[in-house]
């Protein structure tokens, strides 16, 4: 299986910064792409809402990243912890493994991959009439350090969902045939998007993306007009359209970049991190996926914005792409759990704690 056939590699793209309005959409792929424990972003909505487009434009705002040259999974030249094993054995036998700098890239996953074609395949044979393992890597093997894209997600086997949420939720690809393993790195930004009208996700995988985003056509007549405009002047120019953008991609890259370096350092205040516990709890959030979440995702946007600390006012801006595909909701009972008013009365019983206390 060749690159082309797991990528799409387009000469030119739409500019991610030029996409008009859509504001939580873009912020939910920006806060994965500075943190990706987040855990993905799935993305709902009609057609025509440019969520096929964003997703493909992320990847022209991603930094560049150093790769092993000869790695099957780009693996980081410098990072032995997040290195394959044969990488890593290379470095130990004191190699020098021969770096180069590659863009990021959208991996697809087509709705016909079959999940040998998703996780690789172990030639049996070999292992058993020559001792070693051979082993040929699948589109998560390609997808390592990059984003991995799931278009109509909701209509690939419930069986593929699984075992993709699973190496994200993991870092790894293991493959297990007959007594014989094989396990290489698999970290990557998962982005599924899916129309509605289609079909849907079952709770339980559904639960399992980090966030998840709702999408609707633009109404102010002002914007669509804008819309249009871009897309007419892309299409007439491709070139020059992404030049007439090219320092806001480069200034949010470094804005990116700058996120990544300075996310470790973003403090939680115990009012904050007590908010999102009580936001949890008054929700009826099963297990604790919730609570991980916003905590990552507010720090991520705080980070984003060079804020030291993360703030009630930043949870309020990612709490509804965090918790809303986690409610439980009986028939007839749609505003029986309303993320807004738990995460009022969260604040309030914990706004006596001092904001410049961390946790």
């Known amino acids: 299986m060749t690159d082309d056939e797991m990528t799409t590699e387009e000469s030119t793209t739409f500019p991610f910064t030029a996409i008009v309005n859509q504001e939580g959409m873009k912020r939910a792929l920006v806060l994965n792409a500075v943190n990706p424990d987040i855990g993905g972003v799935l993305i709902r909505g009609?057609?025509?809402?440019?969520?096929?487009?964003a997703v493909r434009a992320l990847?022209?705002?991603?930094p560049d990243q150093e790769a092993v040259a000869d790695c099957p999974y780009g693996c980081s030249p410098t990072d032995p912890e997040r290195m394959c094993g044969e990488c890593r054995q290379r470095r130990k036998n004191g190699e020098l493994l021969s770096a180069e700098t590659r863009p990021m890239r959208v991996v697809d996953l087509p709705l016909n991959a079959t999940e040998d074609r998703v996780t690789g395949t172990l030639d049996?044979?070999?292992a058993v009439t020559e001792g070693r393992q051979r082993f040929e890597p699948g589109i998560l093997a390609a997808a390592n350090r990059n984003v991995l894209y799931?278009?109509?997600?909701?209509?690939?086997?419930?069986?593929?969902?699984?075992?993709?949420?699973d190496a994200a939720a993991m870092g790894e690809n293991v493959v297990e045939r007959e007594g014989v393993s094989h396990r290489h790195p698999a970290e990557f930004i998962l982005v599924g998007t899916m129309n509605p009208e289609e079909g849907s996700l079952r709770p339980q995988l559904l639960d399992r993306f980090g966030l998840?985003?709702?999408v609707e056509g633009v109404e102010d007549v002002d914007e669509r007009v804008e819309i249009s405009d871009r897309r007419a002047a892309f299409d007439a120019d491709p070139v020059a359209f992404q030049e007439t953008y090219a320092e806001e991609e480069r200034d949010l890259t470094r804005r990116i970049v700058d996120a990544r370096d300075r996310l470790d350092s973003v403090e939680l205040p115990a009012r904050v991190?007590?908010?999102?516990?009580?936001?949890?709890v008054r929700l009826g959030v099963d297990g604790h996926r919730g609570d991980n979440t916003l905590r990552r995702s507010v720090q991520a946007l705080a980070a984003l914005r060079g804020e030291p600390l993360a703030s009630a006012e930043m949870l309020e801006e990612v709490a509804h792409m965090a918790l809303d595909h986690r409610l439980v909701r009986l028939p007839f009972e749609?505003?029986?759990a309303d993320v807004d008013s738990a995460l009022l009365a969260a604040r309030k019983e914990h706004a006596s704690i001092s904001p410049e206390t961390p946790q």
């Open 150 to 165: 799931v278009d109509e997600v909701n209509l690939l086997d419930d069986h593929l969902v699984d075992v993709l949420l």
């Open 273 to 280: 991190a007590k908010t999102i516990a009580e936001t949890n």
């Open 124 to 126: 049996l044979e070999a």
């Open 334 to 336: 749609e505003d029986a």
């Open 212 to 214: 998840v985003v709702d």
């Open 46 to 53: 009609e057609r025509g809402t440019a969520k096929s487009t």
């Open 59 to 62: 990847a022209d705002v991603l």
